[in-house]
């Protein structure tokens, strides 16, 4: 910085850990915070007043009237506590002269709880605990599979779907990939031959226009009628109501899901004491063949501490390269 006045940060979305790290990172920055637990709208946009660059969660959506009202209080630059774009309309705010940019943090949180899926699926688990925590301890009657037996295709083989194929190798199965822009040693197929040949699909593409409802009936009718679907990456990758339909009707073996459509207003919230908003959240985890958990695979103390420094570095790099702007 050219001044001695140091740079300041409002935090929106910020829980307690979060709030925390912030607390303990922001004066080794050199930053001011000003920390809330509220997501970002319009009505609070005015804590951003007297600095050019926030940070959010990506717990909830931003609104383009929250765009516009963070513009007005002079933000230039918003940085997204996450890998994914798609609860900011990324475009409309360039148009508003707003820059947008994520973190990077531990792809060992998300691959390893993929992994930790993947076996949950394969083994029966959710019937498992189910039945034990009613004190029925009988075998079950579904044998589990090793996946040593299973050919596993892992689409997307970025960090974190990289770091999937690496712990994939451990267990000896049988491993496909595809991505438009290979970056491991795994054997790439197109997208429509892992499916036909995979018996546990794990997602890990980002959410565009492109990847909408990537897995949608056409395609999951190409799977193996006892295929397994694992996603941790985000929840329209999958066409939901398809998904449902082939489960239902017995045409793919079970899923595993960390991340749904519709899932915003609903994961992070307390449910117990009313009605959930989502028909498909209900429907699914009704089903004994399907793993439910609400968008926490990340959620690890070294991936928190990483989004954290990553988005006050990434607010700094912005102001030093910005500072006559």
């Known amino acids: 910085m050219t001044n001695s006045k140091p740079a ?9 850990d979060e709030a925390a790290l912030f607390r303990e990172l922001a004066p080794r920055f050199g930053v001011t915070t000003t920390i809330t637990e509220a997501p970002v709208t319009e009505a609070n946009s005015e804590l951003a007043a007297g600095g050019r660059c926030v940070s ?25 506590r996450s890998i994914g774009y798609n609860h900011i309309d990324v475009e409309y ?4 002269g707003i820059s947008v940019g994520n973190v990077s943090y531990s792809p060992d949180s998300v691959a390893d709880y993929t992994l930790m899926l993947m076996l949950m699926a394969v083994r029966d688990a959710k019937s498992i605990i189910r ?19 299973l050919t596993v295709g892992v ?15 451990g267990f000896g199965c049988r491993i496909l990939a595809h991505d438009h822009h290979p970056r491991t040693d795994a054997r790439y197929v197109p997208l429509d031959a892992l499916l036909e040949r995979s018996d546990l699909v794990s997602l890990h593409t980002p959410l565009t226009a492109q990847t909408h409802h990537l897995l949608n009936r056409r395609r999951m009718a190409r799977m193996k009628r006892d295929a397994l679907i694992v996603n941790t990456g985000r929840g329209a990758l999958i066409d939901t109501e398809a ?13 595993a899901l960390d991340v749904l459509e519709g899932e915003e207003g609903v994961f992070y919230a307390d449910c117990r004491d009313k009605p959930i908003a989502s028909k498909a959240l209900v429907r699914l985890q009704e089903l004994p063949n399907v ?5 926490t695979a990340y959620y690890t103390d070294h ?9 006050l570095t990434n607010c700094l790099t912005f102001e030093s390269e910005n500072r006559h702007g």
């Open 8 to 16: 300041h940060i409002a935090i929106f979305g910020c829980g307690p």
């Open 56 to 80: 959010v969660g990506h717990k909830a959506p931003v609104s383009r009237a929250t765009l516009r009202a963070l513009g007005q209080a002079g933000v230039a630059y918003i940085s997204t």
């Open 93 to 96: 705010a360039a148009g508003l």
């Open 131 to 149: 039945r034990t925590d009613v004190h029925d301890y009988r075998a079950s009657e579904a044998r589990g599979r090793e996946l040593r037996d």
């Open 155 to 169: 689409v997307g083989t970025g960090r974190i779907g990289a770091a999937v194929v690496d712990r994939l190798r």
């Open 243 to 255: 998904l449902l339909q082939a489960l239902e009707s017995g045409e793919l073996g079970g899923a």
């Open 291 to 295: 793993l439910i958990s609400p968008h």
């Open 303 to 311: 991936a928190l501490r990483d989004t954290v420094e990553n988005s």
